[in-house]
């Protein structure tokens, strides 16, 4: 008898759990999906998490989304998972407030306010990336800009701000975990394609995933070419100079479509 009752004890809490995972948050506002996104843009946004672990860009950590093609207002990303693991089962719906739609009982990322403030403040945008993309670390901590080096980078050039979590939030654990300090990080970010982050990573955005993950990949490998060269000349470094860098930038966008591919295909083959 008392098995029984405690059984049925359980058997209500976990109705109640469940109930409790499934209803908004309070404060959050009840909304509808925008529906299912295209089968492309979701292959595509998996894609887009195994081709940065597999460009040293993520690794356990970081998060990648992208606008939902139905909604402005919506966007899309993965359940807290590690980004090797994720598939399109773990992709949720999110609000412009970061919180999901339909989270059914799983978990979301602590720093999804990256996103939604983002995607909030830049009507452009249509995908990014947080990262811990360890050569760009230096750049965030020292003063030393990051600037371009070479063609492939050339989208840096205009200037890489650096934002310091501690001038927005004092002495924090260093995660933008609420609205206000993805705010901070957007007005930052401004209309740039790369913020650093002190002391933690970066963000990049794009107009498209095959973008983004251009994007993080290059400034991953122009803050370690930069070092390299930093130290190799003694400080003296010949950058892209302003012209080279926006006939570059030119030049190199009418073929990210040829990384992509290369990279999708190697991820999908593992
Ligand atoms: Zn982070």
Do not use: C
Not at 81 to 101: C, H, K, N, Q
Not at 137 to 161: E, K, N, Q
Not at 224 to 244: F, M
């Amino acid at each position: 008898m008392i098995v029984v009752t405690r059984r049925r004890f359980v058997a209500g809490a976990v109705a109640a759990l469940g109930a409790a995972l499934a209803a908004p948050r309070p404060g959050a506002p009840q909304s509808a999906s925008a529906g299912p996104p295209a089968p492309q843009l979701l292959e595509d946004l998996v894609a887009a998490n195994h081709i940065l672990v597999d460009q040293g860009v993520l690794d356990g950590y970081g998060h990648v989304s992208a606008r939902h093609d139905r909604d402005p207002g919506r966007f899309l990303m993965s359940r807290s998972i590690a980004p090797e693991l994720v598939t399109a089962a773990d992709v949720l719906e999110y609000g412009l407030d970061s919180e999901p739609v339909a989270a059914a009982g799983r978990t979301s990322y602590l720093e999804r306010f990256i996103h939604g403030e983002i995607y909030r403040a830049r009507p452009d945008v249509r995908a990014i990336v947080h990262s811990h993309s360890p050569s760009v670390i230096p750049f965030g901590v020292t003063g030393a800009p990051l600037r371009p080096l070479y063609h492939m980078s050339a989208f840096l050039s205009g200037g890489v701000p650096v934002w310091d979590i501690h001038a927005a939030a004092g002495d924090s654990d260093m995660l933008v975990r609420t609205p206000a300090l993805g705010r901070s990080l957007a007005q930052a970010l401004g209309t740039r394609p790369v913020v650093l982050m002190r002391g933690h990573g970066a963000v990049a955005v794009g107009t498209s995933l095959p973008q983004v993950v251009f994007r993080s990949v290059y400034t991953e490998v122009n803050a370690r070419l930069q070092a390299q060269a930093i130290a190799l000349g003694g400080g003296h470094v010949t950058y892209l100079s302003p012209e080279e860098a926006a006939r570059a930038e030119a030049s190199i966008a009418g073929t990210l479509g040829r990384p992509w591919e290369l990279w999708k295909r190697k991820s999908l083959g593992r």
